[in-house]
Protein backbone atom coordinates (compact mmCIF):
# COMPACT_ATOMS: atom_id res chain seq x y z
CA UNK A 1 0.00 0.00 0.00
CA UNK A 2 2.38 2.31 0.66
CA UNK A 3 4.46 1.80 -2.55
CA UNK A 4 1.41 2.38 -4.49
CA UNK A 5 -0.02 5.27 -2.71
CA UNK A 6 -3.24 4.60 -3.85
CA UNK A 7 -6.53 7.34 -3.16
CA UNK A 8 -8.66 4.62 -2.44
CA UNK A 9 -8.74 0.94 -1.38
CA UNK A 10 -11.68 -0.96 -1.96
CA UNK A 11 -11.59 -4.38 0.42
CA UNK A 12 -13.79 -6.97 1.37
CA UNK A 13 -13.76 -8.23 5.26
CA UNK A 14 -13.11 -12.32 4.45
CA UNK A 15 -9.44 -12.03 2.52
CA UNK A 16 -7.38 -14.37 2.42
CA UNK A 17 -3.86 -13.84 4.34
CA UNK A 18 -5.12 -10.59 5.86
CA UNK A 19 -8.70 -9.82 6.58
CA UNK A 20 -10.43 -6.49 5.79
CA UNK A 21 -10.53 -5.65 9.46
CA UNK A 22 -6.84 -6.29 9.97
CA UNK A 23 -6.18 -3.46 7.33
CA UNK A 24 -8.13 -1.24 8.55
CA UNK A 25 -6.43 -1.44 12.06
CA UNK A 26 -3.68 -1.36 10.22
CA UNK A 27 -4.38 2.18 9.11
CA UNK A 28 -6.22 4.02 11.17
CA UNK A 29 -7.70 7.23 9.20
CA UNK A 30 -5.40 9.48 10.87
CA UNK A 31 -2.40 7.38 9.66
CA UNK A 32 -3.77 7.57 5.97
CA UNK A 33 -4.10 9.39 3.30
CA UNK A 34 -6.30 7.23 1.28
CA UNK A 35 -10.11 6.79 1.40
CA UNK A 36 -11.46 2.85 2.90
CA UNK A 37 -14.59 1.42 0.97
CA UNK A 38 -15.78 -2.02 2.18
CA UNK A 39 -17.86 -4.04 -0.11
CA UNK A 40 -18.61 -7.19 1.56
CA UNK A 41 -21.20 -10.08 1.96
CA UNK A 42 -21.66 -9.37 5.25
CA UNK A 43 -24.93 -7.87 6.53
CA UNK A 44 -24.52 -8.20 10.09
CA UNK A 45 -25.20 -4.69 12.27
CA UNK A 46 -21.87 -5.71 14.28
CA UNK A 47 -19.22 -6.04 11.56
CA UNK A 48 -20.77 -2.61 10.14
CA UNK A 49 -20.08 -1.27 13.55
CA UNK A 50 -16.56 -2.59 13.73
CA UNK A 51 -15.70 -1.63 10.12
CA UNK A 52 -16.50 2.25 10.46
CA UNK A 53 -15.05 2.55 13.72
CA UNK A 54 -12.57 1.13 12.63
CA UNK A 55 -12.16 3.95 10.27
CA UNK A 56 -14.38 2.71 7.12
CA UNK A 57 -15.31 5.81 5.10
CA UNK A 58 -18.18 3.56 3.35
CA UNK A 59 -19.32 0.18 3.92
CA UNK A 60 -21.43 -1.37 1.13
CA UNK A 61 -23.36 -5.09 0.83
CA UNK A 62 -22.08 -6.69 -2.82
CA UNK A 63 -26.01 -7.92 -3.02
CA UNK A 64 -27.07 -4.48 -2.87
CA UNK A 65 -25.28 -2.63 -5.65
CA UNK A 66 -24.08 -2.88 -9.29
CA UNK A 67 -20.99 -1.90 -10.25
CA UNK A 68 -21.88 1.91 -12.17
CA UNK A 69 -23.24 2.21 -8.24
CA UNK A 70 -20.20 1.27 -7.31
CA UNK A 71 -18.37 3.47 -8.87
CA UNK A 72 -20.26 6.51 -8.21
CA UNK A 73 -19.79 6.01 -4.30
CA UNK A 74 -16.11 5.44 -5.29
CA UNK A 75 -16.13 8.89 -7.14
CA UNK A 76 -17.89 10.46 -4.16
CA UNK A 77 -15.54 9.80 -1.98
CA UNK A 78 -12.78 10.75 -3.94
CA UNK A 79 -14.47 13.96 -4.30
CA UNK A 80 -14.60 14.55 -0.78
Do not use: C, H, W
Not at 37 to 47: E, H, S, W, Y
Amino acid sequence: IEQEAPDILILDLDMPVLSGMEILKRYPPSLRSFKILVLTNFTDDARQDEATTLGADEYLVKRDFTIRALIEKANGLLAD
